[in-house]
């Protein structure tokens, strides 16, 4: 499969979508970007102001906080995918809406197909209960990852832009920010394991995920 031209496909679609009212709104849409090829894939909550501007995913002051936390562990934004639960900017920066969220739903999980990434780190409430449906609050999930049945790893993180409003959240971000290549680590290792061992042994792959 030619990732790059699929994505490309549903880059076009976004562009055109009409699913929901934002489309009536947005100025530009704001499909996602980055590695094709990527182990971790970044899902934030919704396009703000410069976002919708200039179609880039974060983009803005929160932006330019995540591209700090990604050098620090050694990434930057070619090595990763970013992308938010929608694809347009909420009109003032509003919540989103679930009639919103499911329509975009229908995008990323075709790009998470894809991608097929081994680490997919949510950022902010929006992204984790949207994700992690029935799991519970950004404040009790931060920091963990956990498999899901539709196989992927989730780490559900506070949302950078929540880390500039709020200083005391800055330093937890940035702590759970740091397990991301630990994590990582952990995954191949269990990844290696796997060619040996029954795939339905699920409680030693979460238990081994339990890292810190």
Known sequence: MDKEKELQKIKEEVSVCDKCILSK??????PGEGNPDAEVLFIGEAPGENEDKKGIPFCGAA???LDEMLGKIGFDREDVFIANTLKCRPPGNRDPEDEEKNACLFYLKRQLK??????IVLMGRH?????LPG????????????RRPNGYIYLPLYHPAAALHNGG???TLVDDF???PIILKKINSISDQKHNQDKSNQKD???QLKLI
């Open 178 to 180: 740091n397990k991301i």
């Open 127 to 131: 992204a984790a209960t949207t994700y």
């Open 114 to 119: 894809i991608i097929d990434p081994k680490l």
């Open 135 to 146: 799991a519970g609050g950004i404040s009790k999930l931060h920091g963990k990852p956990m």
């Open 63 to 65: 932006g330019k906080f």
């Open 25 to 30: 709104t947005r100025t530009n849409t704001v």
């Open 169 to 171: 959240l800055r330093e």
């Open 205 to 207: 792959v979460n238990k």
